[in-house]
């Protein structure tokens, strides 16, 4: 079995920073991809950003500029550093990772939360 879990969530307040982290572990061979999606109250999950084994990135556009994200591969990990956080950002944070384990196969993290005050 594979476990997906995220930390470092929290409350800042607007133009503060957070820094996300990821970790995927088990029965795992190798991560396709690893990424971020958020939802909102009220809002459909939306991609937020991605990063592939062969580091292909893609970031919403409302994240550009202000996200990054990373990955350390040996360590099955994906962190989404957070500046300039904007109200808007406010939502709970997933985590997934496309995972190889004779098959690939989707898991996702319990989420975390991320509040922007203003």
């Known amino acids: 079995q594979v476990q997906v879990v995220e930390s470092g969530g929290g409350l800042v307040q607007a133009g503060g920073s957070l820094r996300l982290s990821c970790a995927a572990s088990?029965?795992?061979?190798?991560?396709?991809?690893m990424g971020w999606y958020r939802q909102a109250p009220g809002k459909q999950r939306e991609l937020v950003a991605s990063i592939t084994s062969g580091d292909s990135i893609n970031y919403a556009d409302s994240v550009k500029g202000r996200f990054t994200i990373s990955r350390d591969n040996a360590k099955n990990t994906v962190n989404l550093q957070m500046n300039s956080l904007k109200p808007e950002d406010t939502a709970v944070y997933y985590c997934?990772?496309?995972?190889?384990?004779?098959?690939?196969?989707?898991?996702w993290g319990q989420g975390t939360q991320v509040t922007v005050s203003s």
């Open positions: 088990g029965n795992i061979f190798s991560i396709n991809v």
């Open positions: 997934s990772a496309a995972v190889v384990a004779g098959i690939l196969r989707t898991y």
